[in-house]
Structure formats: C-alpha cells, structure tokens
C-alpha cells in the first residue's frame, strides 16, 4: 500500500514556473514507477510524465516535452515535476500516481495508487 500527498500548486501566470512535489508513504517507493497525471475541467484525466524506479527513463506527454521535468528522489520518498514556460491550457489539477511494476505506463490504468490532486491555474 502506497499512499501519495501532492503539494505546490497554485495561480500563476503564463511563462511563469511552479515545482510540483508529491510525498509517498511506505518504505518500497523505490519499487514504483512514478507518474504524473492532469485532468482539466470536462476533459478526461491525461498523462504528463512517468519515471522509472532508478530515475534513469522518463517519458513524457507530447503536449509538456521540453517544458516540464520530473524527478525522483528515492532516500525522500518523492517525487517532483519541475513546470516552466507554463501555459493557460496546463491549467488542471495535477496527479500523482504510483505504478507496481517495473515498466513504464502512459495510461491511467496502468497505475494502482493515486494522490488527491493538487491544482494549477495558469492565467494568461
């Protein structure tokens, strides 16, 4: 069991950064492939970015590529996505999730634990 905080949301304005974290419970984290997950206002949930156990693969959403990173720090238990040159149409609240397997996975299914959700508003 595997339970997910996410934490630095906010209202920013486009172009600017914001740093999203999310702090997992349980002393096998370093187990889990890692994703980030969005889901705007009517729209389904969508991925972001995933990062393998070692922190050594990440795959990323065609729509965030060259704009958003994510990270993982194992001795922490975290994991982060590092967002800049933000846009209006990054606004949702933004998911962590956890996956118990050791191969990536770009769809929602593929993950077994999910956090609350944290939100970004960016305003142009």
């Known amino acids: 069991q595997v339970q997910l905080v996410e934490s630095g949301g906010g209202l920013v304005q486009a172009g600017d950064s914001l740093r999203l974290s999310c702090a997992a419970s349980?002393?096998?984290?370093?187990?889990?492939?890692m994703g980030w997950f969005r889901q705007a206002p009517g729209k389904e949930r969508e991925f972001v970015a995933t990062?393998?156990?070692?922190?050594?693969?990440?795959v990323y959403a065609n729509s965030v590529k060259g704009r958003f990173t994510i990270s993982r720090d194992n001795a922490k238990n975290t994991v982060s996505l590092q967002m800049n040159s933000l846009k209006p149409e990054d606004t949702a609240v933004y998911f962590c999730?956890?996956?118990?397997?050791?191969?990536?996975?770009?769809?929602?299914?593929?993950?077994?634990?999910w956090g609350q959700g944290t939100q970004v508003t960016v305003s142009s």
């Open positions: 349980g002393r096998t984290f370093s187990s889990y492939v």
């Open positions: 990062i393998n156990w070692t922190g050594d693969n990440t």
């Open positions: 999730a956890a996956r118990a397997s050791p191969l990536i996975a770009i769809t929602k299914r593929g993950y077994n634990y």
